[in-house]
């Protein structure tokens, strides 16, 4: 199970990479759905049973912003939702880092205006997945984690890079 754990875990962290180059939250969004219901699965099968609550409660969430029913409301019931629970699953500190993870994710999703914003936020909680699936024994996902988190920084320089040498080269123009 393990090993079919790992594949799983694999899959969705290929679809988080191809997400952080979306040019919208929209499609960030969409294509992370996509990921949780893989990760959903992963989590189950390496027994990791708060990491697949916290996956449901953030399907959810990506659903309702997608469908533009994300309200305040609905983020307070569904940060409610994710530690309520996750209450009689946790039994260490690891086990307490995907809820956590996950209304850290979603407090930045209601805060960002621009895909960078939310980048950062998804780089915080890569930072908090990583430590739960070593856990869980996901090894892969642990480390297509880190190298995430690495591309997701990739995807902040660059085009800050770029923006400011066409800056630079606009004022040498003149």
Request: contains cysteine.
């Amino acid at each position: 199970m393990v090993v079919l754990g790992n594949i799983l875990g694999a899959v969705g962290s290929i679809l988080f990479a191809i997400s952080v180059y979306s040019k919208t939250k929209e499609g960030m969004v969409k294509i992370q759905t996509w990921k949780k219901i893989v990760d959903i699965v992963s989590c189950l099968v390496l027994k990791g049973f708060t990491g697949a609550i916290s996956s449901i409660v953030t399907l959810t969430r990506n659903i309702f912003v997608l469908k533009k029913w994300d309200s305040k409301w609905h983020t307070i019931f569904l940060i409610s939702i994710t530690f309520i629970v996750n209450i009689p699953f946790v039994d260490s500190f690891y086990s307490v880092l995907p809820c956590v993870a996950s209304v850290g994710y979603t407090l930045g999703m209601l805060i960002a205006k621009q895909p960078k914003h939310l980048k950062w936020s998804m780089l915080i909680t890569q930072i908090m997945w990583f430590a739960y699936h070593l856990h869980i024994l996901n090894y892969v996902t642990a480390i297509t984690t880190i190298l995430l988190a690495i591309n997701t920084v990739v995807s902040l320089v660059i085009p800050e890079k770029s923006l400011k040498n066409r800056s630079a080269e606009s004022n040498q123009a003149t």
